[in-house]
């Protein structure tokens, strides 16, 4: 019997809206929608591969939907998927990607295909995903004068440093270029050492 297909968790006030994601990502994986916070607590299993999470919701907001998902440790990655602008407050918040409204099928369609990607990977390099990410959104929504001021970006940048310090060990994972850019995107001191580079790239280095 072949393997059943990953499942996405949608959580969206909006029915219309989460039904049309729900079209865009069912012909690859099952799909399982939640029409707001309190719905979405009563679908949250061990089953579920990816969340793609509003953020701004009645009676349960996203953010306490967040964080039930990682209080009861259910291991998948989490899209915010919001009309909310991005502040210094996604530092501390438990997400891997955040999404700004409007998304497109193809925006939302690589989205969660690079988040179950990434759902391969040990713990360390999860984080360091989620944290790079982090860093390109803010350096992509806020000035150079407001990342210096902030002490939430400052303790980001320094987070993401300490774990650079420890990358080389896990990268030989990783064989995908997306997943390349969106590593290396995040650190504010250019391209990764060489050696860091052709264990990336090397197509045998899972054999190793």
């Keep these: 019997?072949?393997?059943?297909?990953?499942?996405?968790?949608?959580v969206e006030d909006e029915p219309d809206l989460a039904d049309l994601y729900a079209a865009w990502l069912g012909d690859e994986y099952r799909i399982r929608t939640a029409y707001g916070g309190r719905e979405a607590l009563d679908a949250l299993d061990e089953d579920i591969d990816v969340i793609l999470l509003d953020r701004r919701m009645p009676g349960l907001s996203g953010d306490e939907v967040l964080e039930t998902v990682r209080d009861r440790?259910?291991?998948c990655r989490v899209a915010m998927v919001t009309a909310v602008e991005p502040d210094?407050?996604?530092?501390?918040?438990?997400f891997d990607d955040y999404l700004v409204k409007p998304v497109t099928k193809d925006a939302l369609r690589e989205t969660v295909d690079e988040l179950y990607e990434r759902s391969q990977y040990d713990a360390g390099v999860q984080e360091f995903f989620s944290l790079a990410s982090k860093k390109a959104l803010l350096e992509s929504e806020k000035s150079q004068a407001a990342l210096e001021e902030s002490t939430e970006y400052q303790q980001l940048a320094t987070d993401l440093d300490a774990l650079k310090e420890n990358l080389d060990d896990a990268v030989t994972s990783l064989d995908s270029h997306t997943d390349f850019e969106t590593l290396f995107r995040g650190f504010g001191d250019g391209t990764p050492d060489d050696a860091s580079i052709e264990d990336l790239t090397d197509p045998d280095a899972d054999d190793a």
Excluded at 88 to 94: P, S, T, Y
């Design 1 to 10: 019997m072949s393997e059943e297909p990953p499942l996405v968790l949608v």
């Design 73 to 75: 440790g259910i291991d």
């Design 88 to 94: 210094f407050d996604i530092v501390a918040m438990g």
